[in-house]
């Protein structure tokens, strides 16, 4: 018995004096473990009288309860004091200033993009995508432009090959539509996207540009129609009482085609220097759909009419928001974006 209690107490002084849990550990194994100082009594047991046995064992259990418990609850009041040690060294001083985020704006162009696709979609419009790597087939020959026609020297394009092109107008996503819709009726999509051509960039012109097209296609489908929604546009995107007006022009794909003029916004039609003493700022073509360009999409163009409309989204910004280089849109100046943060 008097060696249980020795025993017992040199566990206990052990326990009391550590200092780490991983020094707590070894202790562990040097009392509890198989070969642990309380394991080593029970071999006393085999020396002793029968009757002694009961008893002696009894105290060896007891024996290891309290040192058992002993340990627990060190290695709870060790734990804790860890994690004090830890929240202490990683603390934060709330009282210090926070370090600002840096947060992203939408684009201007993605602002008038996203405009102009709420207002078309509130007419009943839908929007229609297409490849940027577009075929000649649909950029150009669906339009109403064949290989030999002089308008294809203007559109300076880029070539991948002699059948594969980058789309220099989305008037490609409006033939596509066309050829979709089989000769179904009606048609009312807006095609915005990303359009690219043999340029010098300067304030004014850039090689990749981006457009909105839009085309209805409907039986009884007048040019009245196509000022009434223009003009609703423009009352939309520069402001209430802005007046439209169109001026005669060519474009393959429609016929007959108009330039499309709106107000000056600083001056109000009396004339400045932004629309040059005009009153008058152009700001996109128009016209009505080629019966041609219907009749190869397998429409019949005796039975239904339809209009189609292009703006230049750069155009627009440029207006709206009185930006003087187009150049700004591609340069990723944060001090140009952040200034449309009141926009979003």
């Given amino acids: 018995m008097e060696k249980i209690q020795q025993v017992q107490q040199q566990a206990l002084d052990q326990i009391e004096a550590c200092t780490d849990l991983q020094q707590l550990q070894q202790i562990r194994i040097t009392t509890l473990g198989k070969k642990g100082s309380i394991s080593s009594l ?35 009041l060790l734990e804790k004091e860890a994690l004090d040690r830890q929240l202490q060294q990683e603390k934060i001083d709330i009282t210090l200033p926070g370090t600002a985020l840096r947060s992203g704006t939408l684009h201007p162009l993605t602002l008038v993009r996203q405009e102009i696709e709420d207002l078309f979609i509130g007419m009943g419009y839908t929007v229609a995508e297409g490849p940027e790597v577009e075929l000649d087939f649909y950029n150009f020959e669906r339009a109403n432009i064949p290989a030999d026609h002089p308008a294809r020297d203007m559109q300076d394009t880029f070539y991948i090959n002699p059948q594969v092109l980058l789309r220099t107008h989305t008037t490609a996503i409006q033939m596509r539509e066309l050829e ?63 007046q439209i007006r169109f001026r ?45 360009v219907l009749d190869m999409a397998g429409f019949d163009s005796s039975a239904c009419s339809g209009f189609a409309f292009g703006v230049g989204l750069e155009r627009v910004a440029m207006l ?22 009141r926009f979003d």
Avoid at 210 to 233: C, H, P, W, Y
């Fill in 248 to 292: 005669p022009s060519y474009f393959q794909f429609t016929e007959p085609s108009v330039e499309v003029d709106v107000s000056c916004h600083l001056c109000g039609g009396k004339g400045c220097p932004v629309c040059k003493g005009t009153g008058w700022i152009e700001v996109l073509g128009a016209g009505m759909v080629h019966p041609h």
């Fill in 42 to 76: 029970m071999t006393m047991m085999k020396d002793l009288p029968a009757t002694e046995k009961p008893a002696f064992g009894q105290q060896v259990n007891d024996c290891k309860k309290t040192v058992s418990a002993a340990l627990e609850k060190k290695q709870t």
């Fill in 320 to 341: 709206k928001y009185g930006i003087d280089d187009i150049r700004n849109f591609y340069i990723n100046d944060t001090r140009f974006l952040k200034m449309f943060d």
């Fill in 180 to 242: 979709k819709a089989q000769g179904r009726l009606p048609i009312k999509v807006i095609c915005p996207g990303k359009v690219y051509r043999r340029d010098d960039d300067d304030a004014t012109h850039s090689h990749q540009f981006m457009q909105a097209e839009g085309l209805v296609v409907d039986e009884n489908i007048t040019l009245t129609d196509l000022k009434g929604t223009l003009q609703f546009m423009a009352d939309r995107m520069f402001g209430k009482g802005r």
